[in-house]
Every structure is written in C-alpha cells, then in structure tokens.
T-cell receptor, first 120, second 108 residues
Framework: EVQLVQSGAEVKKPGESLRISCKGS????????INWVRQMPGKGLEWMGRIDPTDSYTNYSPSFQGHVTISADKSISTAYLQWSSLKASDTAMYYC???WGGGNDYFDYWGQGTLVTVSS | EIVLTQSPGTLSLSPGERATLSCRAS???????LAWYQQKPGQAPRLLIYGASSRATGIPDRFSGSGSGTDFTLTISRLEPEDFAVYYC?????????FGQGTKVESK
C-alpha cells in the first residue's frame, strides 16, 4: 500500500527554524517526485515546489523560492520542507504529495498533512 | 503563471442532482494537463481526474471530466451524500503548477 506519512504538528515562534518530513512507503521512492503544497487556514491549495529524490533536483514556485528549502534523503525514503526563520504568515497546513513526472505531474497520493502554527 | 478561475464559488444542490463545475485557465493548458481533486473537511485532497478526463483509480464513474485549451468541466452525474466537499482544479502543464481557488458543493 502506497503511503506518505508526515511528521506531527508543530508550534513555533517567529524567527525559529523548522524542518518537517514526509516518509514514503509501499513504492519505489526514487521513481516519483515529492511535491509540497501549502493550505493556509480556510484557503485553497498552493504548490510550493518539488524534489526528485534520485538526485535531489528541485523546482520551486517563484512564490516560495528563497523562503523554503526542499530536500530528501533517499536512503530513508524521506523528503523534507524547511524554514530558516519562520513568520506568522507561515501558519498553515502543509501536504506532501507524489507525482510521476514526465508530463504525469498530477498528485496521486498525498500525505495526511502537517499543521504548522507560528505565534509569539 | 497560469491562473485558474473556478466557478461557481459555491454550488447548493440536493442528493441525486447533477453538479457541473467549471475551471477556466488564463492561457491554454498544455496537452490537457489538468487534474481535479476533492477535499473534505480535515482531510487531504484526493485525486479524481487527471489528463482532463481520465478517472483516477477507484473513482466512481459518476465523476467525469472534459475540456481542453482554457475551459474544463468536472461533472458529477448524481450527487451522493459523500460528494459534498470542495473541489479544486490544477494545471500541471506549465511550471509553476497552479490550482484554482475551489468550488464548494454543499447540500441544499
């Protein structure tokens, strides 16, 4: 069974750093891209960027480039999303989702989401 | 980037009725690289349709997608109680991938 299991909810203060994770199982982790999607409270979905776990090649949405870093460790089938200095506006639910690539970039499996709350 | 505009914002229907959701793109979507997702409260989105008209694995045939270029439609032929949710379109033909703002299908 394909699963993407994300790390638990986080509560942080502005200026703190954070890394959340997404562990894939039930499939060959290096055959699919891992994407990250933000959903702010009561709002819609926003694609942040993606990583190819084979070589850690990344694509970012211009809206998120420079604000977050996407990485992966293929040896443990895990992708990461990290911030060096959180802002209150980073409060959101973050989902990881896999995509095949090569034109088949729809998201067929999603993680359960990680809620990040940034508040002083 | 390609902007996707979904309409209507909210659709109020009764079980058994037909739902027609629209997604319009600001420029042509390459090779019908258009997907639809369903999201229920407190849950992650679920893939319904990809390639504008192909149903994902396990999706009932009451869900169908159509369209090309800049105009796409998701149709639910007969609403079941479990279909009341928010629906998003997404284009994945031109980076950055983008989503529409969503259509909420609510029970009348």
């Amino acid at each position: 069974e394909v699963q993407l299991v994300q790390s638990g909810a986080e509560v942080k203060k502005p200026g703190e750093s954070l890394r959340i994770s997404c562990k894939g199982s039930g499939y060959s982790f290096t055959r699919y891209w891992i994407n990250w999607v933000r959903q702010m409270p009561g709002k819609g979905l926003e694609w942040m960027g993606r990583i190819d776990p084979t070589d850690s090649y990344t694509n970012y949405s211009p809206s998120f480039q420079g604000h977050v870093t996407i990485s992966a460790d293929k040896s443990i089938s895990t992708a990461y999303l990290q911030w060096s200095s959180l802002k209150a506006s980073d409060t959101a639910m973050y989902y990881c989702a896999r995509s095949w690539g090569g034109g088949n970039d729809y998201f067929d499996y999603w993680g359960q989401g990680t809620l990040v709350t940034v508040s002083s | 980037e390609i902007v996707l505009t979904q309409s209507p914002g909210t659709l109020s229907l009764s079980p058994g009725e037909r739902a027609t959701l629209s997604c319009r793109a600001s420029q042509s979507v390459s090779s019908t690289y258009l997907a639809w997702y369903q999201q229920k409260p407190g849950q992650a989105p679920r893939l319904l349709i990809y390639g504008a008209s192909s149903r994902a694995t396990g999706i009932p045939d009451r869900f169908s997608g159509s369209g090309s270029g800049t105009d796409f439609t998701l149709t639910i032929s007969r609403l079941e109680p479990e279909d009341f949710a928010v629906y998003y379109c997404q284009q994945y033909g031109t980076s950055p991938w983008t989503f529409g703002q969503g259509t909420k299908v609510e029970s009348k």
